[in-house]
Structure formats: structure tokens, C-alpha cells
């Protein structure tokens, strides 16, 4: 009886080592690969002191890299939130012939390279490209301006909104929205009323997904955008040059500040989210 | 507040599926009509068609004279009851049960009166607050039947609406449900494959399988006179026997029961007996025959009697045990058997079990809903 004591001991003894060993491993790495580089950029954004950072913010570009890194996000979060909830809906709700391309395909620009993605648009839409044409005689300047800039962030952004959606809607199933409808509700009542409501905190995410890829994207933008300061240069691309320029102090500031921001949004959905099921018990 | 529900040649098909096949009833005004069948005999789909919420191939759906076949969901005005509830989740009891109001614009106040009653009405007043995933199966049904009849509908669709519930909450709401018919008076049509519920609950019950109608009639006249082998295996318990037709008779052995009109002679019938229409005496009689009991099962107030026809076809006899003291197993005795339904074999349904002796007990139903509540 003592030995079966004595190794039941033994066996929880181990339990717990290991459970130790697997939580060190997980905070290790999350502390290495995470909490290490962000410390870092605290660090040196912040070595010189709130003086410099504030002379950062006045230089006239980098308020300007701010301003179109803010008009990228806010039009690419709008769109891929728009028509994300469309295709996600379609995706989840209808069956058609091709749904498990349209479905492969969205997941495209995950795979793609964003380098890739700014050269077909510049094959598009730059010198010979299939659209030039009819927006050079329309006058309007798509490559090496906003809106290719714009275009190759939504592209990228595509799949995070239709990612977090398409399961919500699977799990909801049909069956509330028919009953929103046998009580009289429209198709858009119904939508507000209460797909919105039950879809809301996965739309949420992958709208923060989405607006932290679009503030985020250096590749394709730098292809199409051609970076010139000033005028087509993002936060992300004022980064590069400011380090290619041995300014490398403004570099970690703008850095830490987008950084801020999507770590803010994060953190603020989740509070949010919390906050609601506390609600709703 | 009422009106007749009336389909005319309702079809359906899902690919190659046919799930509805011309299919004609009509529920009158202010009463209670189930629609009964196994799963997959597009009971469901005919209540869904009724709603709009599916598009039927051919035939026409009519409420309170109007025709509606084309009319949009909406537009139609009838409460639905899901099998399984479909509450808002993210609102209260209390919004729930006003949404149907409050999306056709109707002022707050009379909202709000309208909820008070309804909750009242259900005995949920006390929870108006909760969220559904705050209450019981039993309640958030209820929550359910408050919130479809909250904009006054015409007329009430339910869809298994106690299939996803456990036996006992099933029995209370099923007498509560009856007693809210009496009181509300609301053409009520309810899909469901317990054929005690739609024998307990109906006024009228429409039997389906294989997306038809089998028969169509108040429970006395599904139970005793079924119109087709199906109904018969299928309402109720029965034993099936199978025997030859000579001179409006059954045959089996040196056994014989009654009622095989409308059959030629040399024909192979078989016979649905009531496990309660079996006789047990201890001399031989006019109708009566031997048997050999092989087993008695004590039940209680009543015993099953398990029984062996001296051709061999295995038969249950279900009798209260004041009317078979001292029968016990190794006795021969004699049966008289009652009220045999008759019906060719050759009209006999394949799916149906109509193995010679097998006895049909849709019982099993209970089980089939009882392990999805658990899911």
C-alpha cells in the first residue's frame, strides 16, 4: 500500500514537471519572439527622450507618411469589411459550382508574396499595362499614386474579414435569421438585427487583422508607390528610408507608434469582447 | 385571429429526391393538426413550404382563403416554431418576444404590453431579463411560442416543437401547449414523428412517409382504421402476421382472422394486431385458436405475453394482469384476436417493417429524439 502511495506521488510529481516544462517553453518563446523585439523598440524609439520624439512628429513627412498610412487603412478596412461580409455570407450560406475555388482563391493573397502583388499591379496598371489606357485617358494617375497603393493593400488584406467570419456563420447556421423572417423582419432588418449582432466580435477581429495588414504593408506598396517622400511615402516606407538615411532613432519612434496602435486595437477588442460575455452571462 | 391552412398538390424535390409528392390537406380554423411520419417522409419540408421559408415545385398554399404560395416570408404573418427554439441570442426574453413587433414598427408602448402578457401567458414573466442560454430547454421553447405569437398570427406552425426535449419536460409542455390552444384558439399545424404526441395533442393528424400522404383523419380513425399498412405499422404498436387469403380471411396455420375483404382468394395478406387486441382464454372458441406462451414479462398494472402461433409466427399480447392470472410460460392456451387490420402484402410497404411476426414498436421514436436532446 505504501509503494502504491509512494508511486501515485511519484506520478504527480511528474504531471507537474512536465506542465512546467511546457508552460516555460510557451512563455519562452512568446517572451523571445515578442516581448524581446518590442522591448527593444521601446527602447531605443524612447533612449532620447520625449524631446526627439515630438521632432519627429513635426518633420512634415513624417506627418504626411501618417496621413497615408491612415487613408490606406481607413479605405482598405472599409472595403474588405464591405465586401468581406458579402463573400463570407455567400461562402457560408450558398452552394454554387466553383465554391471551393472562390474559397482557395481568397486565401491567395496569404500566399502570394506581397512583392508579387505590387508588380501585377504595376503590370496592370503601369506603362503597357492592360489598364493604363483607360485611366490615362480619364487622367487619372493610378500607379505611383494612392489609389494602386490602396488597390494592392486591399488585395492583401482580402482574406482576414471572410476568414473570421465564414466559421461564425457556419456555427450560427440559418435557422435564427428564418426566424427573424417569419416575424416580418427584412432581409437587411434581419442583417442588423441579427446576423450583425451574432457575428459581430469575429467581424471585429478580422477587421483588426485587416487594419493592422494595411498599416503594416511594405512590399507591395513600395513596388507601386515608387516611395517618393513626401508624396507616396507610408509610415511602413518612411521606416525603410529613415533607416537607409542613418536616422535610425525617427525609425524606432514611427515604428513604435504603429506598433502601439495595433497592440491598442488589439487589446481594445478583447476588453470589449470580455466585457460583452460578462454582459450576456 | 384564426384561419384554415389549406395545401393543394404540394411537391417538392431536392435534386433527384423527391422529399414532397402531391400532397393535400386542410387544417381547419382553431384547431390543432399534426403532421406525422418518420424522419425523412418531408413532413418538415411541407410546414416549411407552408411558411415560405421553401419554395415548392407545383402546388399552392392557402391561409384563411388567401392564396400565399408566391407571397415573400414577411409578408405572410405566421408564427413558426423551430425545433430548436433559434432565439436571439444576443437579446433578452423580453426582446426577443418583441422583435416581431418592434421590426413592424409597432410603438413601444404596446410593446411593451404585449411582452408583459405574453410572458405572463408562457409563466416566464420573472425572466424577461435572462438571455437564452439563462434558461431550460423547456422555458426557451416557451420563449419560443411567445415570441411567434406575439405579432398575432393567423395562423401557428410548429416543427417537432418538443422533439429536442427530454420525456418528462416533453409530456409538460405538451399538456401546456394543449391547454394554450383552448385558450388562444389559433389554427396550430405541428410537424413530429411521436405518434403519441399527435394522437394526444391533434384534432386531426395528417400521416406522411415517402413525401405522401398516407391518410388523413382524427386520431380514433388513424388508430382503428388505418387506411394503409403503413399507417397501421406505423400509429401504434402492432403485430404483423402473414398468412393466405381464403374467402375473406386470413390463414395462417389452422389460425384465421377476419376482415380481408377486397382480397382474392390464394392471395398472401398480412394482418397489423394490436398487442392490446389480443384475447387470451383457456377453452377453445368460436374465433379463437391455440397459442403457446413462451415467456410472460411483468410490467406492473399489465404483462406482455410473448406467444407462438402453431405455425410458427412469433406474437406479443400486451394485457392488464387481472385478465391472465396464472397464465404463465409452457401453458397452451387459446387467443381471440380483435380488430385485425388486413391488407394485401403485396400493398404492404417494404421500408415498413412487415417481417412476419416482427412486432412495430414506434416507441423507438422517444429514443431517437431523447439522444439528439443530449447532443
Given at each position: 500500500m505504501n509503494a502504491v502511495s509512494t508511486s501515485a506521488r511519484a506520478n504527480r510529481r511528474k504531471a507537474r514537471l512536465w506542465r512546467a516544462l511546457m508552460l516555460s517553453v510557451a512563455l519562452l518563446y512568446v517572451a523571445v519572439l515578442l516581448l524581446a523585439p518590442l522591448g527593444g523598440i521601446i527602447y531605443y524609439a524612447l533612449k532620447e527622450g520625449m524631446g526627439e520624439v515630438g521632432h519627429t512628429f513635426r518633420q512634415s513627412d513624417v506627418r504626411h507618411a501618417f496621413y497615408l498610412t491612415a487613408i490606406i487603412m481607413v479605405v482598405t478596412v472599409i472595403v474588405t469589411t464591405f465586401f468581406g461580409i458579402i463573400v463570407a455570407l455567400v461562402l457560408a450560406r450558398d452552394r454554387f459550382v466553383g465554391k471551393r475555388l472562390v474559397s482557395a482563391l481568397v486565401d491567395l493573397p496569404l500566399a502570394v508574396s506581397p512583392v508579387i502583388v505590387g508588380l501585377m499591379a504595376v503590370l496592370l496598371f503601369?506603362?503597357?499595362?492592360?489598364?493604363e489606357p483607360f485611366f490615362a485617358a480619364r487622367g487619372i494617375q493610378v500607379i505611383f499614386a494612392l489609389p494602386s497603393m490602396i488597390l494592392v493593400t486591399i488585395f492583401i488584406s482580402i482574406p482576414f474579414v471572410i476568414r473570421e467570419v465564414v466559421p461564425v456563420l457556419q456555427e450560427l447556421g440559418m435557422e435564427e435569421e428564418q426566424a427573424a423572417w417569419t416575424l416580418g423582419a427584412s432581409r437587411l432588418q434581419t442583417f442588423r438585427r441579427v446576423t450583425l449582432p451574432n457575428i459581430r466580435w469575429g467581424l471585429l477581429y478580422g477587421i483588426a487583422l485587416s487594419a493592422a495588414r494595411s498599416i503594416g504593408e511594405v512590399g507591395a506598396v513600395l513596388i507601386v508607390s515608387?516611395?517618393?517622400?513626401?508624396?507616396?511615402?507610408?509610415a511602413t516606407l518612411y521606416i525603410l528610408r529613415a533607416f537607409d538615411q542613418y536616422q535610425e532613432q525617427q525609425a524606432y519612434i514611427v515604428a513604435l507608434t504603429l506598433a502601439s496602435f495595433s497592440i491598442v486595437m488589439l487589446i481594445g477588442i478583447e476588453t470589449l469582447k470580455r466585457r460583452a460575455s460578462r454582459e450576456a452571462g | 385571429m384564426a384561419g384554415s391552412i389549406q395545401v393543394r398538390g404540394l411537391t417538392k424535390s431536392f435534386g433527384a429526391f423527391r422529399a414532397v409528392d402531391d400532397v393535400t390537406f386542410e387544417a381547419a380554423e382553431g384547431t390543432i393538426t399534426a403532421l406525422l411520419?418518420?424522419?425523412?417522409?418531408g413532413k418538415s419540408t411541407v410546414l416549411r413550404m407552408i411558411a415560405g421559408l421553401e419554395q415548392p415545385d407545383a402546388g399552392s398554399v392557402w391561409v384563411a382563403g388567401e392564396?400565399?404560395?408566391?407571397?415573400s416570408v414577411q409578408d405572410r404573418r405566421l408564427g413558426f416554431v423551430f425545433q430548436h427554439y433559434a432565439l436571439f441570442r444576443h437579446m433578452t426574453v423580453r426582446k426577443n418576444v418583441a422583435f416581431g413587433l418592434s421590426v413592424r414598427r409597432v410603438d413601444k408602448g404596446t410593446q411593451r404590453e404585449r411582452v408583459d402578457e405574453l410572458l405572463e401567458l408562457v409563466g416566464l414573466a420573472p425572466f424577461g431579463d435572462r438571455y437564452p442560454d439563462q434558461l431550460s430547454g423547456g422555458q426557451r421553447q416557451r420563449v419560443a411560442l411567445a415570441r411567434a405569437l406575439a405579432p398575432r398570427p393567423q395562423v401557428l406552425l410548429l416543427d417537432e416543437p418538443f422533439g429536442a426535449l427530454d420525456a418528462r419536460v416533453r409530456q409538460e409542455l405538451r399538456a401546456w401547449l394543449d391547454h394554450l390552444h383552448r385558450e388562444l384558439g389559433v389554427t396550430s399545424l405541428f410537424v413530429t414523428h411521436d405518434q403519441e404526441e399527435a394522437l394526444e395533442l391533434a384534432n386531426e393528424i395528417v400521416v406522411m412517409n415517402h413525401g405522401r400522404v398516407e391518410q388523413v383523419g382524427p386520431a380514433d380513425a388513424i388508430y382503428n382504421?388505418?387506411?394503409t399498412p403503413f399507417v397501421a405499422a406505423f400509429v401504434g404498436a402492432s403485430n404483423v402476421l402473414r398468412g393466405t387469403v381464403w374467402e375473406r380471411h386470413v390463414h395462417f396455420g389452422h389460425s384465421i382472422v377476419a376482415g380481408a375483404h377486397e382480397i382474392p382468394d390464394g392471395a398472401e395478406a398480412i394482418a397489423y394486431i394490436r398487442p392490446h387486441d389480443i384475447e387470451i382464454t383457456n377453452e377453445a372458441g368460436a374465433t379463437s385458436f391455440p397459442v403457446a406462451v413462451e415467456r410472460r414479462t411483468d410490467m406492473g398494472w399489465m404483462s406482455k405475453l410473448h406467444l407462438r402461433l402453431e405455425d410458427g409466427q412469433p406474437l406479443v399480447a400486451q394485457l392488464p394482469n387481472e385478465e391472465i392470472v396464472g397464465v404463465e410460460a409452457g401453458q397452451r392456451l387459446f387467443a381471440n384476436l380483435r380488430n385485425p387490420k388486413v391488407f394485401a402484402a403485396d400493398r404492404?410497404?417494404?421500408?415498413?417493417?412487415?417481417?412476419?411476426?416482427a412486432i412495430v414498436a414506434p416507441a423507438e421514436t422517444q429514443t431517437e429524439a431523447q439522444a439528439e436532446a443530449q447532443v
Open positions: 503601369g506603362r503597357g499595362g492592360w489598364f515608387g516611395s517618393l517622400q513626401g508624396q507616396t511615402e507610408t | 411520419g418518420p424522419s425523412g417522409s392564396e400565399l404560395t408566391e407571397a382504421q388505418p387506411a404492404a410497404d417494404v421500408e415498413s417493417v412487415t417481417v412476419p411476426g
